[in-house]
Each structure stands twice: as C-alpha cells, then as structure tokens.
C-alpha cells in the first residue's frame, strides 16, 4: 500500500494542503492561518501518522508546525534548481521544479498568488530570472482600502466574463482596469520568454490561475490554448523533491 503523506504549503495568505498517496496526489484543500502562532509554539497542532512536509513564506506561521511528528521544512538548499539567489522565494523555486518535472524545460512558471511572479528556467534548469508585482486581489484591495471613494469588488463574478475595457460605472472600471492591464502585462512577459525560448511550456498556476487563464482565453485565445493550466505545480514540486531524497 502506498504510504500517504501529507503537503502543506504555508502562503501569504491561506494554508494550502495536500494529501498524497505515494506520488498521487488525492486531495487539496485550503484553511485560514492559524493565530497567535506563539500561544501554541512547541506544541504539535495536529497529531497524525503520516509524514508531513512543509513549504512556507510565513515564518511566524511555520513555528505551528515545529514539532508535528515526521515534519520535514523544505528550504532552497533542497530544489535542485541552477543559479538561485538567497532571496528567491521557495515557492517559486519549487513551482519551477515541479514544472521541470511535469512538462519539461525551458518553461516560464507564471504564479497568480498574492504576489503575480513570473520565473523562468532554462533547457540545463539554471534560473533565468523573473518579476514580480502585486497580484489580481491585492491590487483589488489596495484601491479599496488606501482611497477613500473606491470600494473593493469581487472579482471572482468577472472570471466568465472579461469587463469591458471603456466602464461607465465605478466597479467596472475597476474591474477593466486592473484585469486589462495584467492581461497585457501577461502578453508582454510571455512574448519576450518565446522571443527568447521559442520552444518553451509556459505554465499558470496558483489561486487567480483561473480567473487570469478565462481572461486570456477570452483577449488571446491562440495564446491562451499554448500555455497549461496547473494550479497544483507547487505540491508537484515537492513530491519531486521527496521523491528524489527518497531514492
């Protein structure tokens, strides 16, 4: 039988978890933080059996987890990516990696998370290099809380649609605003990689991978059916990685 273990990738904004049996992934689910990570430090959240591996960019949120039996903390040391500097986040590094593993290099990783990055890695798995910017909801945020007469929308009612470009009403504006311009920021970064890789996969994935693919789908729908849609790369990556260390 094959052994079940468990992923958790602690992000900006959600626990994102992942149940595997051996190297099939079973189910994904996603959880608030926890608070106040020091009223529980040193003591195990969640006794279980199974292994647990852990990925985060939270490190106030990763001393949960500390001493959760059979616990492994992935770092930068672990991704055996080419050419990484101290400050690249892991979860680029392994959302690279588990795209390596899945459609193979050069490939161009674009993640949709709170922070939209664009990283890139050659045909000898050295990094490239890459960009990053406030993703769909923070910059959805960022108007409603820092301006005192714009609301924050919810964009997920614009994921089937994309919102005219010329609104002639306040949310819509915003709607246009934002989604046109990151569709045309998308266009612009892929463009160049291909310039630069003709033969490269590009692949999207984390939480507004979805709402930004529907987009593309709708302004560049020959572009959009050339790039894949995987919004598990990151727990791809590290079942590579558990499974390189385990052989």
Request: glycine share 8%.
């Amino acid at each position: 039988m094959a052994e079940i273990w468990l992923a958790l990738i602690i992000g900006n904004s959600r626990l994102h978890w992942a149940q595997f049996a051996g190297d099939s992934l079973q189910k994904t689910w996603d959880e608030p933080h926890l608070p106040k990570p020091e009223s529980v430090e040193n003591q195990p959240l969640v006794p279980s059996p199974h292994p647990l591996w852990i990925v985060s960019v939270v490190p106030e949120q990763t001393r949960f987890w500390m001493n959760y039996p059979q616990v492994r903390v992935l770092t930068l040391d672990d991704v055996p990516l080419r050419g990484m500097y101290s400050t690249l986040g892991l979860d680029r590094a392994l959302a690279v990696w588990g795209a390596i593993a899945t459609v193979g290099s050069p490939v161009l990783v674009i993640d949709a998370g709170t922070s939209l990055t664009f990283t890139g890695a050659d045909a000898n798995h050295q990094l490239v290099g890459g960009a990053i910017l406030p993703g769909l909801r923070l910059q959805v945020e960022a108007l409603g809380r820092k301006t005192a007469a714009l609301p924050t929308i919810e964009l997920g009612q614009q994921s089937n649609t994309l919102p005219g470009r010329w609104a002639l009403e306040t949310e819509g504006a915003i709607a246009s605003g934002i989604l046109h311009t990151l569709l045309a920021g998308l266009q612009s970064f892929i463009a160049d990689w291909r310039y630069r890789f003709p033969q490269s996969q590009v692949v999207m994935t984390g939480g507004d991978g979805q709402i930004l693919y529907a987009g593309l789908q709708q302004q560049a729908p020959t572009l959009a059916a050339s790039i894949k849609l995987d919004l598990h790369l990151i727990f791809k990556g590290i079942q590579t990685i558990k499974c390189q260390k385990s052989n």
